[in-house]
């Protein structure tokens, strides 16, 4: 069954007068329990799509459905309950992170929201968290600017995760750290792929994609242009521009 479904989704924005159509009629699933890998080049739209699948960007038409379910009433999205079962983490933390707060009060006060923990739970559930994600008490009692690039990312997915959601929509999660820390995030996505968590990936790595990914589609001007198992993907692509882009991965020759 679809834990995550798009049908017919367009998103088009308006700039100096002209329409810009950044998704363009796209149909899309997650099956539960699977990781499915989004990939194409900046400006592809993928971002974007993201962002209508989190609830974060309305579409200009078309709809998302979570089990079935339209997850947008009027101009609102995953309302009441289905508010924490879809949640997202962004290529800067800095998105998800308040930078006057210290890490651990950032993540508890997440699950004091979500959990309806008191705020003694909320405070130890938080730190036992952040430990799984790799960061150490000491850390956890710093701010976001006293921590490296891949233990902010680490703390912005834990803060994702204190919602315990059934989704998790990951963009762009390892273009801004270094290649340590990048090991260590992907090590932490396999552990929560073995969990079982659903996991929407968007990336231009395509090495991140094949590592991770069970499915890929991949988006070029706002359109599916191929989409498949990972492993036919990467063997045999047929479209040109995928050939393309996994010929850019380092030391792949087609």
Do not use: C, W
Not at 2 to 15: G, K, P, Q, R
């Amino acid at each position: 069954m679809n834990i995550l479904e798009a049908t017919d989704v367009s998103v088009t924005f308006e700039s100096y007068g002209q329409q810009i159509k950044a998704v363009d009629h796209v149909n899309f699933e997650l099956p539960r329990g699977q990781t499915i890998g989004i990939v194409g080049e900046s400006g592809s739209g993928k971002s974007t799509f993201a962002r209508v699948l989190a609830g974060l960007q309305l579409p200009t038409n078309g709809s998302v459905s979570y089990l079935d379910k339209p997850i947008q009433s009027g101009k609102q999205t995953y309302r009441g309950a289905l508010r924490k079962e879809v949640q997202m983490v962004f290529q800067d933390p800095y998105g998800s992170l308040n930078p006057r707060m210290k890490i651990v009060r950032a993540v508890a006060e997440a699950i004091a929201q979500h959990q309806a923990l008191n705020k003694k739970e909320s405070i130890e559930a938080a730190l036992e968290l952040l430990r799984s994600m790799g960061i150490s008490g000491d850390d956890a009692y710093k701010y976001p600017r006293s921590l490296s690039g891949g233990q902010r990312q680490r703390a912005s997915v834990a803060r994702a995760l204190s919602a315990q959601p059934s989704v998790l929509i990951a963009d762009e999660p390892t273009s801004a750290i270094d290649q340590s820390a990048q090991s260590q995030l992907l090590g932490l996505f396999n552990n929560l792929i073995n969990d079982g968590l659903s996991i929407v990936l968007v990336s231009h790595d395509l090495s991140v994609i094949r590592y991770l990914s069970d499915y890929v589609y991949v988006m070029k001007d706002g359109v599916f242009v191929e989409s498949g198992k990972t492993e036919a993907i990467f063997d045999d692509p047929k479209e040109e521009y995928t050939q393309k882009l996994i010929a850019s991965i380092p030391g792949r020759i087609l």
